[in-house]
């Protein structure tokens, strides 16, 4: 079946740590794949998008995510976070196949330690 | 920056009066969509519209119904609304159906 999962639900960094979010998919061919994120009574904002090309994509507010095939996922990261990144992050994905709706993770809760 | 608005922000109201969820985008977007969201939770899709007079039931079941009269108006209504229905209601525009541009969410209670 064509899901898209993020293995935590909390994560807790300390300010200036680095930072890596994960997100696997199951889908038989390339997704596209997005980054999103929702600061607290805010709706979602896009972080980065893979369509095709360099697995090494670039997004804002110094965000970056890589896409390797061979483990199907998409993991986000950070070199170094701020305390306003402390947010929820969602992975979705758009299976061409499901009449290109997106599919939402579950999200992952970035705290931040100062 | 992406211009789409959602009134109001919060709501509380009593069980079985009828409400109105606004949603109005200024990009031009053919694609709209609502999303209804627990707290700590994933998006569900419950509508979307792929245009004027265009509207379908998402994923997640829901009592809820839209209409799309004009493009930059996609209002989502609950005729009766219940405790169940207390929830966060997301509304996106999309020009394709890749990047969807996200409102600021609806807080409703239903007491």
């Known amino acids: 079946a064509q899901s898209v999962t993020q293995p935590d639900i909390h994560i807790t960094v300390s300010e200036g740590a680095s930072l890596e979010l994960r997100c696997n998919y199951s889908?038989?061919?390339?997704?596209?794949l997005f980054w999103y994120v929702q600061s607290p009574g805010q709706g979602l904002q896009l972080l980065l998008k893979?369509?095709?090309?360099?697995?090494l994509v670039q997004g804002i507010k110094g965000f970056e995510a890589e896409f390797k095939r061979s483990q199907s996922s998409f993991n986000l990261r950070k070199p170094s976070v701020h305390w306003s990144d402390a947010a929820e992050y969602f992975c979705?994905?758009?299976?061409?196949?499901?009449?290109?709706?997106?599919?939402f993770g579950k999200g992952t809760r970035l705290h931040i330690l100062p | 920056e992406a211009d789409i608005y959602q009134t109001p922000r919060y709501l509380v109201i009593g069980t079985g009066k009828k409400i109105t969820l606004e949603c109005s985008q200024t990009?031009?977007?053919?694609?709209m969509y609502w999303y209804q969201q627990d707290p700590g939770m994933e998006l569900h899709l419950i509508h979307y519209?792929?245009?004027?007079?265009?509207?379908e039931k998402g994923d997640l079941s829901s009592e809820s119904t839209v209409s799309r009269i004009r493009t930059e108006h996609f209002p989502l209504t609950l005729e009766s609304a219940r405790p169940s229905h207390t929830s966060q209601y997301l509304c996106?525009?999309?020009?394709?159906?890749?990047?969807?541009?996200f409102g600021p969410g609806t807080r409703l209670t239903v007491t």
């Open positions: 519209s792929y245009g004027v007079n265009s509207t």
């Open positions: 979705a994905v758009v299976f061409m196949n499901r009449d290109d709706k997106i599919i």
């Open positions: 893979y369509f095709s090309g360099d697995t």
């Open positions: 889908y038989g061919a390339t997704p596209y």
């Open positions: 996106a525009s999309s020009e394709d159906s890749y990047e969807q541009y």
């Open positions: 990009m031009g977007h053919d694609k």
